[in-house]
């Protein structure tokens, strides 16, 4: 990301280019909002039918994020941006402090930053139900996206910003798949006023951790529904990497209904056995606070850990951005401000170069694709330290 403040603005040029953004989650309205102020004409395509909805996704709050609303147009206070945990606390497995020290910092959801940018795109170029099916690239340097239902749209550029999972990149990118990293995270949201008092006593207010073989925990406060953040209204967060064969992921991934759901198992659709799994190796391995916590959830879920980072991020007037190029280890807490970043630098390239998109994409691509490499060395980097080689590392988000 530039170390200035760059606003694009809208150019005052009659016409307008167009980009047509597949993926209607962060990544996505992330460029759909700064390539607007940047004076592109947009439409985001997202498959699903209905609004998302992740109730899991805690997510530490980083700048990019924050200067991505900024450069969006959106203004909130501090206040309004999450909740403040004061300290850092690693707990020993029989529950005494291995250390505290002050670290204020700020946690969000992926709910609100979803919510607010919603809000800022507006509606009415807001594609939903609408799944992508094929990208053709045309000799006059357009690209056309053909959707599911038959639709057809052509752009100037088409970004694809749909996640780990990526229909763009699949179809342009098919060498380039995600690796599972040899572990998984069971994660859980607990309403705040559920804490157990062990929990509350050691926990409440800061950001926790716990360590033991092949096993790390983290827990802090987040926005509660709807995006409430008084106190006794906000949930807490719990993540708990644990490794786990191919086999077993498998088996986990399978939801109550017998469906193989790949790399992540929704809130509610883990299988009985593997919920009882989950506070049985808790009893095992965990400190009373967050055993206590982890038992006190009633509707855990799964998220496999997956290395991605694709060694380009433009294919002609096609792109890759946020998660579909690059997903880094959660260790990293740069997911979702990694997804800022690449549209952040997006907007500001082709503001630089107005008339010449080819040369704004050539522009943007190296950094980006450092970026992604980095952050990617950086989470095996943690994710081995903590999950593979340590029963003493420090807390690590």
């Given amino acids: ?192 006023d559920a804490m157990p008092a062990v929990a509350r006593e050691f926990l409440h207010g800061d950001f926790g951790f716990a360590n033991n073989r092949g096993s790390h925990i983290l827990g802090y406060l987040v926005p509660g529904p709807g995006n409430d953040m008084r106190p006794g209204h906000r949930l807490y967060n719990w993540v708990w990497y644990r490794v786990a064969g191919a086999t077993q992921l498998r088996a986990i991934m399978t939801d109550t209904a017998g469906r193989y759901r790949g790399h992540a198992v929704p809130e509610g659709l883990l299988a009985p056995a593997w919920r009882e799994h989950v506070y049985r190796e808790a009893d095992a391995l965990l400190p009373a606070p967050f055993r206590a916590v982890v038992r006190a959830t009633a509707q855990p879920f799964a998220q496999a850990i997956r290395d991605l980072a694709v060694d380009h991020m433009v294919d002609g007037r096609v792109i890759l951005l946020g998660d579909a190029a690059s997903i880094p280890r959660p260790h990293t807490a740069a997911s979702t401000s990694k997804a800022a970043a690449n549209a952040i630098a997006l907007a500001t390239a082709l503001h630089a170069f107005p008339d010449d998109p080819d040369r704004a994409l050539a522009s943007w691509e190296p950094e980006q694709v450092l970026l992604g490499r980095s952050l990617r060395d950086h989470g095996r980097e943690i994710g081995g330290r903590l999950l593979f080689h340590s029963a003493n590392a420090v807390g690590v988000g």
């Fill in 1 to 192: 990301m530039p170390a200035s403040r760059p606003q694009p603005p809208r150019p005052e040029t009659p016409s307008r280019r167009r980009a047509i953004v597949v993926g209607g989650s962060l990544g996505g309205l992330f460029a759909g909002n700064l390539l607007r102020r940047a004076g592109w004409d947009v439409d985001i395509h997202e498959r699903s039918p209905r609004d998302l909805d992740s109730r899991g996704g805690g997510i530490v709050l980083q700048p990019e994020v924050v200067e991505a609303f900024r450069l969006s147009g959106v203004t909130l206070p501090d206040s309004e941006l999450g909740v403040r945990s004061q300290a850092r606390v690693v707990l020993r497995p029989d529950g005494s402090v291995q250390s505290r020290r002050p670290a204020p910092q700020t946690q969000t959801s992926w709910s609100l930053i979803y919510s607010t940018l919603r809000q800022a795109f507006g509606a009415a170029h807001y594609h939903q139900g609408s799944a992508l099916a094929e990208v053709r690239q045309l000799p006059d340097r357009r690209v056309t996206a053909i959707f599911e239902d038959g639709t057809q749209a052509s752009a100037d550029l088409l970004v694809g910003a749909d996640g780990g999972n990526s229909r763009v990149r699949q179809q342009l990118w098919s060498h380039a798949q995600p690796s599972y990293a040899g572990y998984l995270a069971w994660r859980g949201l607990l309403p705040e």
